[in-house]
Structure formats: C-alpha cells, structure tokens
C-alpha cells in the first residue's frame, strides 16, 4: 500500500495557511494529497479557513459567520492572497482534495457543490464531529470519509465506524500500539498529524500507518525512504 502524503493547509510550513499559493505550492512539491478547511460565510459561501474567526491568518477581525464573501475577499491572509472559496481551489489545483468540515451547515453546502461537480473520487470529507461525517455520508452517496480525533481514547474506532467513516487522522502525539490495533481491526485506513520532523516519520513508519499529514513539502521527499 502506497504511504500518502498530504499536505496540511496546502504547505503552512512555508506558506500562508489556506491559501491558493499554498495549494499550488503543496501540487508543485508533489504531495498525494492537498488538505483545507471549510466554514461558511455569512452569505453562505464555503470560504477556505481552519479558524472560526480571521484573527489570526489575516488583516482582519471578527467571526467569518458574520462576515460577507466580499467582506472577506478584502482581507490579506498573507503575501497579498485572499480568502478563497472551495471551488477557486478545485479550479486551481488538479490535486485529490481532503476537505475538513466543521459542523452539519458546510456539510450541506459541500454536498452541494461535490454532487454538481462529480467529485467523489477527488475529494475526501473530513471533521471532528461524528455528525458532520454522518450527514455528508448520507447527502453524497460513495463519499470517502475521515474522522479527526485530537483527543482520543479507543472509542475513536468505534465512533468512526458508526458515523460511516472509512479512515481515521488521529494526532499522532496521543496515538497508541492499541488504538492502531482496534482501527485495523475495524478495517479503518489510520493518518497520523502532524509529521513536521524525522522522528515523527519514523513512528508513523514504525506503526504502519496509511500516511502522514504536514507542513512541509520535505516530508515527501524523504518519506519513501524512512522505515
């Protein structure tokens, strides 16, 4: 099985978090997969930001559900990008697609767009929340699904299985020999996050996980090579 790399924000190891460049760049570097995070604007448009608010990745301030689309698109979020919406990124990069949902509202708004451009085989669904997965499943049929965990005990497995998802990305800080095994046994694909150096390869290698999500573009490079 081929170990994938996917790239977290695009690379935020070197550009702007969610942002075309970022995405681009993550292409250029030749990760298997590019991931970002979705939230809907106050106008309903499916914006691409990891935070609930633009405090910290941009010029601005306030929640981004009380900010217009155009609000938003006035705002710099780093080395002159804009906030882009989902589909500037589809149009951007050919790169298979990890979308990270937030909550059951960009759920539907992502179903939307995935069954008016074809997209199940190019994106992948993520979140944190069982009901966001649960809810996608069931808007897009054949929809590939992950459920994120943080922090995480053994139950993880068994949340994923009932909210239908195929894969788990679980931080690999926590990560454990007896969650790996409960996962493998549930038939669940494991991600490990975020793999920003050697050592934090090495242990993903080490306990057979199906791939790793990072920062920086280095990690593909190396990564075939570490066991």
Known sequence: MNFLTIG???????????????????QQAGL????????????????VMHDT???????????IAEKTLSELRALDAGRGEHVPVFEEVLDAVRSPLQAEIKDIGAARALAEVMLRRDLVSRVEVSS???EAIAEIGRLVPGVRTALIGSRFGPDIVERAVEAGAETVCLNIRRLTLEVVQAARKADLKIIGWVVNTQDHLRLVRALGLDGATTDYPEIKRTGRFTA
């Not at 977290?8 to 993550?26: D, K, Y």
């Not at 608010?53 to 929640?63: E, I, K, M, S």
């Open 128 to 130: 944190f929340h069982d």
């Open 8 to 26: 977290h924000r695009g690379v935020m190891g070197t550009e702007p978090e969610n942002t075309l460049r970022s995405f681009v760049a993550a």
């Open 32 to 47: 298997d997969v590019i991931e970002l995070d979705l939230h809907l604007s106050k106008d309903g448009a499916l914006v």
């Open 53 to 63: 608010d633009v405090d910290r990745t941009t010029d601005g301030t306030g929640p």
